[in-house]
């Protein structure tokens, strides 16, 4: 165990307290009457857990492909299966995101969320927990547990705060992650049985037998696939962001539909590289036509938040083209496309959130015309949108530019396919800005941002810039980490 | 005193005899009921460590007896703590409820204790009589409570039949009636056609406790007829008791009986899919857990047939968290419904807002019967599921997993009915600080056994 994990080297359990802060904040939440209150305790318990994740980067060493900060405590000796926890380069961005995005939802639900307002910050606090848990976890049983347990919070923000079809959507949301979820459990069990233990990193780059490999691959690609979504998964996807309130997307958006392909990185690639390879061309298909697909659905849409969850479906086909691609400008590319996505669509997201306070309408058509009324407003979404189809200069740019080297390297034909998507993006997107600028002509009377609305959109913009100007610093972060993933995976395909 | 805990309920329902004769207000009768069954349960923990053998090595007294001792206790606690007196128990036979009430779970105890055919039987009638009485005896305008009384004494009956038959053969063919005698004779002809029938029939009569698949039947319409205070206690704690019994009269076998393994593989996937594919369809609430009783059993038995230790421990654990998770959905039904009628799925709209600890211990109990981690159902599932594939046998693992899949449909219902669904009106529930406790103790309780199962594993390992 020791030679995978260096040992935290604070003085308190750095990502524990990372974890369990947002679980107390949230037991907290009980016993507290006032809802002001409620919503300070919420936002103060998000704050203070952004700056603990911090301190962990700090503590961070991009030098090492090892899992750094661990923690170790035997939790069911007679199974073997420990209390393990450590970051790597993959993970490390995912939390500061995970523990970035917690305030920021705590703020956007701060006036949208009316009733019940103890129970909506609970569910946000208990998903914070889960999210960074499922990212520290170096025990199979421990992810599973956390990755399991998010499913409640997320089914209960869709299933109480969510739109007129919340019911349709939360069960299918539900019900199409759990199926996944009971796949991933045999095969944990089954690598389990194999290696006599349940943690991660030892199972990783072992010679497994071809036919295991297959059979594990194909149950771990099924729970990721429908996270991520990938293509023929993707139809849960729609409905739960639609009906979700604006918090409950953001996580969506941001957090969750990353854990597939997270899911893909850490467990697809490593545990069982020879049946990666020998499906990768399967999985660069679907991606390609999870691009297309996603782009030309995006086109026709006439519900703002219907549009940007079709164009996560593409965007995330970009991020598994990087992975299957098995290059390392593919790796961080995927990577990278993966923390954009988060910032950028968590950020469209909460504009349809801002505008939807306003006119209690999704529809584009409603919300057309806004560029005289509320230009601030405007102006930020104007930013997120050409961001969001990888304008130059912003952070989508970088990303889907590394995994277009990445996917070339690896094979002409699919990245000429993956071309046509990035132009489709691009119409989508202009469509949409043009309507919401300049759609309609009537005066309408609407309060532009307010301060708060400002507050909690302004890290994200500086994020699309920093990440699009100047990527040197996140990807030399997790340079080494996947430098070390392609390395391993090239001494065993070869 | 090795027997304290059995001549402690014999003498509450020496009790409740008496009182049944005379006059007395019902709810000094239920405090008595409550505060005697807090007795009972500290009385069963106090003689965890006794152990010997009575009435001519029938009788064995040892940790894994106590232990499923305690569990009865406490179910028996929970059971009669959820009584309140609106639950259509007519008043006259109030007394003579309890009374066979903690009759039946005297049965439940012997059971647990007993090691030799003939005093299995004796307990096995002691706690099915003390049932086929209870079953009847509800305010009710139509007969469906005779119904099911009939129903349940016919299908009980008949499972005993079976099982004496089975008895029968495995006495004439060994000779005796101690399970310690029978196990070295049996082995050698349980490979044989004829060893499989003697056993199974045997286990027929554990199977019909259990609601396992082809004794089923009587469950649904049994659970849907009784009150719904009868439904709890028939729905857990016999169950448990079925348990000891089947882990002591299925190790008969070993590992190496494929054809007698294949048996139970074949019925545990039987039950597992039948229960949970019916289980979709149901309105009434005591309907439905009727068959997800059904779907559990089929889990329960991807333990007992590994036949080795690590399997038959983790399908102890199950029983466990099966109790407490069952317990904690009935105690929902039994709130919720006023005049003690049954609950159907429509009464569960808007309970969210009605009473949210209610909702809470509806979702924390549905979530946990699904086998959703962090809790008690997901880590007992887990174990059994391991264990299952590392005897070898990965079809029945996959079937469970499936089916994990299936039933989740119709708990999520609960859950979504008390949650997403908004009821036009509603009036606010107050639940009285009795029933707030019994919430926090059963969550607790789900939550505790699926985060930190160690300490119990561990427990429980020791006395098998």
Redesign the interface.
Known sequence: MEQFLLMNTFSFPILSTTIFLPLVGAVLLFFIKNETAVKFIALITGVVNLILAFVLFSGFDPNTHNFQLGEFIP?????NINYVLGVDGITVFLILLTALLTPICVLCSWTAIKERVK?FMFCILIMECAMIGVFCALDF?LF??FW??M??PM??LI??W?GPQ??YA??KF??YT??GS??L??AI??V??TTGSFSIPNAMYRDYSITFQIWVFLAFAIAFAIKVPMFPFHTWLPAAHTEAPTAGSVFLASVLLKMGTYGFMRFCLPITPKASQLFAPYFIILSLIGIIYGGYVCLSQTDMKKLIAYSSVAHMGFVTLGIFSFTLFGFEGALLQMLNHGVTTGALFLCVGIIYERTHSRQIFDNAGLGKIMPIYVGFFGLFSISSFAFPGTNNFIGELYVLLGIFKHHKIAGLFAIPGAVLAAAYMLRLLKQIVWGREDKRELADMNIREIIYLVPLCILVFWMGLFPMPFVATFEKTLAYLHNQLNVILR | MLILPELYLILISIIFLFISLGKSKEKYIITTAKVMSYVGLIITVLSITEKGELFYQAYRIDLFSQLFKILIAMGLTLVISMFSEKDGIEKEYLPEYFMFLTLSSLGLMMLSSSVELISIIISLEISSYSLYVIVPLRRSQDATQIEASMKYLFFGAMSTGLMLYGMGYLYGVTGSTFISDIIPRFRLIIGQPFGIFALILTLTGIFFKLSLFPMHFWAPDIYEGSSNMTTTFIATLPKVAATALLIRLATIATPMHYNFVNVLIILSALSMTFGNIVGLVQRDIKRLLAYSGIAHAGYLMMGILTLNIDGIVSAIYYIAIYVFMTLACFFVIITISRQGENTTIDNLVGL?KRS?LLAMTL?VSA?SLAG???TGG?TGK??L??NA??QGYLPI??IG??N??IA??YY?NL??MS???EAIHYDVMKLSTHEKVICYVLIFIIIYMGVL??GL??LF?LMV
């Open positions: 939790w069911i000796p007679s199974y129970e049983i599973y547990i399991e347990a499913l409640i089914y209960l299933a109480v969510g919340r019911d939360s069960i539900f019900i759990l199926f009971v796949f459990l045999v069990i089954a389990y049985l | 969210s949210p979702a979530f959703i981690p962090p997901f887990f174990f599921f391991t594939f590392r693992v996959i997993a499936v994990a899949v989740i449909f999520l859950v979504r949650y997403s669904k199962p160690f594993m561990s390992k």
